[in-house]
């Protein structure tokens, strides 16, 4: 059975054509000038984009942090990340300190396998640098996660010293992985936060004073230096800071192996959003922090000059009653993270009705270079003969209010509550499935498959 998408201006990074494109099965058969081609049903695509799915390469589903675990689980998590046009997640799985590689590896599948809506995929957190975990980076690689997240903030929970961090890299360059990275200093960020805790200063707004950008732009050179001596790619997640950004533009100048990501939320909202009165700036409480609006210009910049490359959520949610809660009278107790991964999708195209990225961008952006930085290209992240049929058909001319009482998440808050937007997702089709239409979900749990990365197709 093939389906035809019919009057619909085709987007990828060069920009829009008209073009209509042919779905046979699970697979993308053809793209040709309108009128060509011919199939057993048609989707009406006419003043529509049709864009790859969009691909969130940070999402933190069933996440076990600060005493609970983050709201959505792969099911739900992956419902809403389909509403959004986001047809694939890359999840992270989390070693526990004292446990291999290969068990965190399996213990995620056992979460995640038969549960999601869209296909997913694992990056590894190691916290445990040890001979056997570096031995068990290769092992990852071959069963298809060959991205590494390790952090420089969270001491006595994830945090790596410079040392474990050189012997990871050192490994990630030998076995041509890529380490991402947390990078904030997060030593000097418990200094902060426990004076200011001392000092009676305990609500939200503190998480953001107590980690300032300069100590982001210093870990990232860090980071950055760390992966010159080592040879290994460096990949900066959530970058949020001018100062940071900086430090990636030069590396990149200099022709390192540095990518970044920023995240929506440090494009659009700010620690003035931490600032709210009472304990509702918690619901904004991540790491990095919510910065000073004038980094916000920097970002997309950086977005426009190729100097952050993807845009990922960092979908981390945590309900405001019972989890952020855990911090009222400690800052340091809030859970960290926002939930957005319904929403990233919406808020780029916004940055292109801002005229801030152009349509290309937007598409390179959130699907096609996370599909090269990851692994899954040409599977993913273009519309093509021979690619998965991962297709979203966007009505840019629809007027959505974003709210917790209309999205998807299993989150009692929307960290965009009001956010009134040009633009919005029409119909998704999953490896030819149709699973978001104007008559509501048509998907299903366990539709979404594990794919198994490549590495980084951006290497030098
Ligand atoms: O606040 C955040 N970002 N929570 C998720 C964990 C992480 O560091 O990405
Ligand atoms: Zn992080
Ligand atoms: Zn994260």
Redesign the pocket.
């Known amino acids: 059975m093939t389906t035809l998408i019919q009057g619909g201006q085709v987007v990828s990074p060069a920009g829009a054509v008209e073009a209509d494109v042919l779905v046979d099965g699970e697979r993308i058969t053809a793209v040709a000038a309108p009128g060509v081609l011919t199939g057993d049903e048609t989707i009406d695509a006419a003043g529509k984009y049709v864009l790859p799915g969009g691909i969130d390469a940070?999402t933190?589903m069933e996440?076990p942090?600060g005493g609970t675990q983050s709201a959505d689980s792969f099911e739900t998590g992956t419902v809403a990340a389909a509403w959004g046009g986001t047809t694939t997640i890359i999840d992270?799985a989390v070693q526990a300190k004292g446990t291999s590689l290969l068990s965190t590896l399996d213990k995620w599948h056992g979460k995640a396998d038969g549960h999601c809506a869209v296909d997913y995929g694992f990056h590894m957190i190691v916290s445990d640098v040890n001979d056997a975990s570096l031995k068990e980076m290769r092992a990852c690689v071959e069963a298809g996660v060959g991205s590494f997240k390790m952090?420089m903030?969270?001491p006595g929970v994830?945090y790596s010293t410079d040392g474990e961090i050189l012997r990871a890299m050192q490994q990630a360059r030998e076995i041509g992985a890529t380490v991402m990275m947390?990078a904030e200093n997060g030593i000097a960020i418990d200094e902060l936060a426990a004076q200011a805790y001392a000092a009676g200063r305990v609500g939200p707004v503190e998480h953001g004073r107590t980690r300032p950008p300069e100590l982001e732009g210093e870990a990232t050179s860090r980071a950055i230096r760390l992966a010159e001596v080592t040879g290994s790619p460096l990949y900066i997640?959530?970058l949020s800071a001018a100062q940071a950004l900086a430090a990636v533009a030069q590396a990149r100048d200099e022709g390192q192996n540095v990518f970044a990501e920023t995240c929506p939320q440090y494009l659009y909202l700010s620690i003035e959003d931490l600032a709210k009165p009472g304990f509702e700036g918690a619901k904004y409480?991540?790491?990095?922090p919510l910065r000073e609006k004038p980094h916000q210009a920097d970002l997309w910049r950086g977005l426009r000059t190729n100097d952050l490359s993807v845009v990922s959520t960092?979908h981390?949610p945590f309900c405001f009653k019972d989890q952020k809660e855990l911090g009222r009278g400690d800052f340091r107790a809030i859970p960290?993270?926002?939930p957005g991964v319904e929403h990233r999708m919406d808020l780029l195209h916004q940055g292109v009705v801002a005229g801030e990225i152009s349509l290309g961008r937007w598409v390179e952006t959130c699907s096609a270079t996370p599909a090269r930085m990851f692994g899954l290209y040409p599977r993913k992240g273009v519309i093509a003969a021979g690619s998965d049929a991962d297709i979203v058909i966007y009505d840019p001319a629809a007027k959505q209010t974003l709210s917790a009482e209309t999205h998807h998440m299993n989150v009692d808050y929307s960290a965009y509550e009001g956010f009134e937007l040009s633009g919005k997702v029409h119909t998704v089709l999953s490896r030819g499935r149709v699973v978001v239409s104007p008559e509501g979900f048509s998907g299903g749990a366990g539709h979404g498959k594990f794919l198994s990365r490549g590495l980084n197709q951006y290497l030098n």
Request: glycine fraction near 4%; charged fraction near 5%; include cysteine.
């Open positions: 940070h933190h996440m942090f992270f952090f903030a969270y994830f947390h997640v959530h409480v991540a790491s990095p960092d981390c960290n993270g926002i």
